[in-house]
């Protein structure tokens, strides 16, 4: 069991700096659990979707429900120290720094496949609905709407 203090960045007052919230990690790497001592939430480190951190040590933790913890730590090596026991490898640099990362749970993002689906295909109408057509076009020729006019009662 071992138990990280990290800075909470979950709202707009967090982003800020204007308001600091700090949250307590505990991960059992032995049970296999991660849990928040502030909220009581638990989940199991199998069950997190998607892991990714930063160059400026925040990290983003996909959790079940639909959730994100977003938590930045102090140092680097707690970072690391952290990822470790989620069973994750960072990389550092020559300074010690760790390199930016993300880890994607392969269990629980196949049962999401439906989900990055459903994205391709909003993503593809949103960018034929940008593209757009000419009025003209749209509306078909001249000849054809004096030809065939449309009647509304």
């Not at 982003?15 to 001592?37: I, M, Q, S, Y």
Request: overall charge positive; charged content about 20%.
């Amino acid at each position: 069991m071992v138990v990280y203090y990290t800075r909470r960045y979950s709202s707009l007052l967090d982003k800020c700096g204007w308001r600091r919230a700090f949250v307590a990690l505990e991960v059992h790497p032995d049970v296999g659990l991660l849990v928040c001592l502030n909220t009581n939430a638990h989940y199991p480190l199998d069950a997190i979707a998607k892991v990714q951190w930063h160059a400026n040590l925040k990290v983003s933790i996909a959790v079940p429900d639909d959730h994100s913890l977003i938590v930045k730590f102090e140092s680097p090596d707690a970072l690391r120290s952290f990822l470790l026991h989620l069973d994750v490898a960072a990389e550092t640099d020559a300074g010690g720094h760790v390199v930016p990362g993300v880890y994607v749970n392969p269990a629980v993002g196949a049962l999401k496949a439906h989900d990055a689906l459903a994205t391709t295909v909003l993503s593809s109408m949103r960018l034929l609905k940008a593209r757009g057509f000419s009025r003209k076009e749209r509306s078909g020729s001249s000849a054809s709407r004096t030809s065939a006019p449309w009647v509304v009662a």
